[in-house]
């Protein structure tokens, strides 16, 4: 048996809403040509469903690996 480590999200303690930004810090990694998250804060954390500042609870995952291949949710897009 493989143990999948669990994964886990940030949601907002008041709504419960995943639509959460943390505050954090970025720095330019000239290589990529692009901002990468250095550091992240769990104060300070701003949600977008209550509009304002929260702090963040972190939840379990619960996400079923895929172990047969349904072609039921086949969303391409079609130019
Ligand atoms: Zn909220």
Do not use: H, I
Request: aromatic content about 8%; some cysteine; hydrophobic content about 30%.
């Amino acid at each position: 048996m493989c143990e999948a480590k669990a994964k886990e999200k940030p949601v907002c303690r008041r709504c419960k809403s995943s639509d959460v930004m943390a505050d954090a810090y970025a720095e330019w990694n000239v290589e990529a040509q692009r901002w990468e998250v250095a550091n992240t804060f769990d104060k300070g954390a701003f949600c977008n469903r209550c509009d304002g500042e929260t702090t963040l609870d972190w939840v379990p995952v619960d996400t079923p690996e895929p172990d047969d291949d349904d072609e039921t949710e086949t969303e391409g897009e079609v130019p």
